[in-house]
């Protein structure tokens, strides 16, 4: 496609549930990012993917989060055991390359309960 | 205005000044820089990027200039309309470790 789409737009989770975001990329993007944005302030880098290899995963909280980017398949990030903290904007973006733009989705709204 | 803990750095412009939006930047290496705007609710648009082999780029309405030796990023829009009223966050790349740092943002709110 010719945005970045990401659902669900919202989602609401117990402390302690398992929450799971997904992500499609712009058609023939290869690289795909994470970011954390908590209370309209600066995003927090997670990961990045080229294709289906993690590319970056310097900015993943290791024990709880999880991504993955499988061919044919939308990309996820998965948090399990979410924590009241994990509250956020997670934003997908895709880019050509590492050094090009990057395309933002319109984000999906975690709040944990 | 200053940052203090989550508050971001607010600029008020009347409608039709230029407004001006300052950023600096963390690391000498970085060699690619880009500006974003983010509505409520949305997520970041790209607005205008500049590399480090530059110190100046025009856009529509927008003008970047780079300052290497303070490591100093700005963005000018000319005659702000209400619609640029957003949260303006300018980003820094080093294409030799290929991730993207946010700064913290700057609230614009363009007076009809």
């Known amino acids: 496609g010719e945005e970045v789409a990401q659902t669900p737009k919202h989602l609401v989770r117990g402390e302690g549930q398992k929450a799971k975001l997904y992500c499609a990329p712009i058609?023939?993007?290869?690289?795909v990012f994470w970011y954390q944005q908590v209370l309209k302030n600066e995003f927090k880098f997670l990961i990045s993917?080229?294709?289906?290899?993690?590319?970056?995963e310097t900015g993943m909280p290791k024990e709880r989060f999880s991504a993955k980017c499988l061919p044919n398949s939308p990309c996820s990030l998965e948090i399990q055991a979410t924590k009241l903290e994990d509250s956020a904007v997670y934003f997908c973006?895709?880019?050509?390359?590492?050094?090009?733009?990057?395309?933002f989705g319109p984000g999906t709204r975690l709040t944990v309960t | 205005g200053e940052s203090v803990g989550l508050h971001l750095p607010t600029l008020s412009v009347q409608e039709g000044d230029n407004s001006i939006i300052n950023c600096a930047y963390s690391?000498?290496?970085?060699?690619?820089f880009i500006w974003y705007k983010q509505e409520s609710g949305k997520g970041p648009q790209f607005i205008i990027d500049?590399?480090?082999?530059?110190d100046k780029r025009q856009g529509q309405r927008v003008t970047v200039l780079l300052n290497k030796t303070v490591k100093h990023l700005s963005l000018q829009i000319a005659a702000t309309q209400p619609g640029d009223s957003a949260v303006y966050f300018c980003?820094?790349?080093?294409?030799?470790?290929?991730?993207?740092?946010f700064g913290p943002g700057t609230s614009l709110s363009v007076i009809p």
């Open positions: 993917f080229q294709n289906e290899n993690v590319f970056d």
């Open positions: 973006a895709s880019s050509q390359s590492p050094d090009h733009e990057q395309y």
């Open positions: 980003a820094e790349i080093r294409t030799s470790y290929d991730k993207v740092i």
């Open positions: 058609k023939g993007h290869s690289y």
């Open positions: 500049i590399r480090s082999n530059m």
């Open positions: 690391n000498s290496a970085s060699d690619y």
